[in-house]
Nanobody, 120 residues
Framework: QVQLVESGGGLVQPGGSLRLSCVAS????????ARWYRQAPGKQRELVAT???????TYVDSVKGRFTISRDSPKKTVYLQMNRLKPEDTAVYLC??????????????WGQGTQVTVSS
């Protein structure tokens, strides 16, 4: 069974930093394209950042210059480095990734989410 597990969330003051991790496990070859989403209470889920299998990245305008998405393919891990955090970044952050299984098929999976709270 394929799992995506996020970690690294927590409570941080405005201006602080956090690094989120998303690790894929199971009978898999690895992660292809991956994305970080976030969902704040009462708001729609928002696509924050994407990374392709070859490392091409995109960001929503509100996080450009502050967040960096990266990957460590041998570790089957995707990261989201978040700097200069603002209260409006408060949300549950979810990892979403296309994973190739060892049966040579791929599917898109979601992690369970990790809470990020930016508050003084």
């Amino acid at each position: 069974q394929v799992q995506l597990v996020e970690s690294g969330g927590g409570l941080v003051q405005p201006g602080g930093s956090l690094r989120l991790s998303c690790v894929a496990s199971g009978s898999i070859f690895g992660i292809n394209n991956a994305r970080w989403y976030r969902q704040a209470p009462g708001k729609q889920r928002e696509l924050v950042a994407t990374i392709s299998s070859v490392g091409t990245t995109t960001y929503v305008d509100s996080v450009k210059g502050r967040f960096t998405i990266s990957r460590d393919s041998p570790k089957k891990t995707v990261y989201l480095q978040m700097n200069r955090l603002k209260p409006e970044d408060t949300a549950v952050y979810l990892c979403n990734a296309d994973v190739t299984r060892r049966d040579y098929r791929w599917d898109t999976y979601w992690g369970q989410g990790t809470q990020v709270t930016v508050s003084s």
